[in-house]
């Protein structure tokens, strides 16, 4: 298997502009993940969904950011307008309930995201 | 207030030295605990996944304790090799959760 794949993988773009982050998750993985991962805060979770359906927002940091699901194979993560201090490494992680004990989240590569 | 601590924040070891990075949690309700390895630029990897009945557990040179009554985890790496050189994260879900929260990391350098 390939993989958790993200795209773009390097995404700079101006303060106020659109951006949208892309995942594949793992082919068959039923929970997906997106995280933020800063030098100040560390990584952090900002949503999760379980079958394409979100569970927990609670971590998303304004209206600016939105997350979608539209089917197992792909995830989106939008930030609209951008502003400087949305500037961090954004991860997608995919991970597969089994019954009987914790379960592994896979990582992807990372989007590194800088907003001038 | 759901926590998780961890030191030092940086080590510098030489290639083929043994050491040992600290964690410390105050989440509750407790299930289990994780170690990842995060190389520069690349997402973090799953070394160790421990529940409260495990005391320890190994991954190669990787070896991992937990003390559940006193809420403390180490990372033992032996025999140290450069391509150790990583940030270490200790992480623990939220109670029963699927909600991940992370420490800080220890930034681990061996040199040659």
């Known amino acids: 298997d390939a993989g958790v794949i993200q795209s773009p993988r390097h995404e700079v773009t101006e303060m106020g502009q659109e951006v949208t982050l892309r995942c594949k998750p793992i082919?068959?993985?039923?929970?997906l993940f997106w995280y933020r991962q800063t030098m100040m805060r560390g990584l952090e979770l900002l949503i999760y969904f379980n079958n394409n359906v979100p569970i927990d927002d609670s971590g998303m940091p304004e209206d600016r950011f939105s997350a979608k699901m539209p089917n197992a194979s792909f995830s989106t993560l939008k930030i609209q307008p951008s502003e400087p201090r949305d500037s961090a490494v954004y991860f997608c992680?995919?991970?597969?309930?089994?019954?009987?004990?914790?379960?592994?989240?896979?990582f992807g590569p990372g989007t590194r995201l800088t907003v001038t | 207030k759901n926590q998780v601590e961890q030191s030092p924040q940086s080590l510098i070891i030489l290639e083929g030295k043994n050491c040992t990075l600290q964690c410390n949690y105050t989440v509750s309700p407790f299930s289990n605990l994780r170690w990842y390895k995060q190389d520069t630029g690349r997402g973090p990897v799953s070394l160790t996944i421990?529940?409260?009945?495990?005391n320890t557990k190994s991954n190669g040179r990787y070896t991992a304790t937990l003390d559940a009554d006193t809420k403390q985890s180490s990372l033992h790496i032996t025999a140290s090799q450069l391509s150790d050189s990583a940030s270490y994260i200790c992480?623990?879900?939220?109670?029963?959760?699927?909600?991940?929260?992370f420490g800080t990391g220890t930034r681990l350098q061996v040199f040659p």
């Open positions: 992480v623990v879900p939220r109670g029963n959760t699927d909600k991940l929260i």
């Open positions: 421990m529940t409260f009945s495990e």
């Open positions: 992680a995919s991970s597969l309930a089994r019954a009987g004990g914790p379960y592994e989240q896979y």
């Open positions: 082919s068959g993985h039923d929970y």
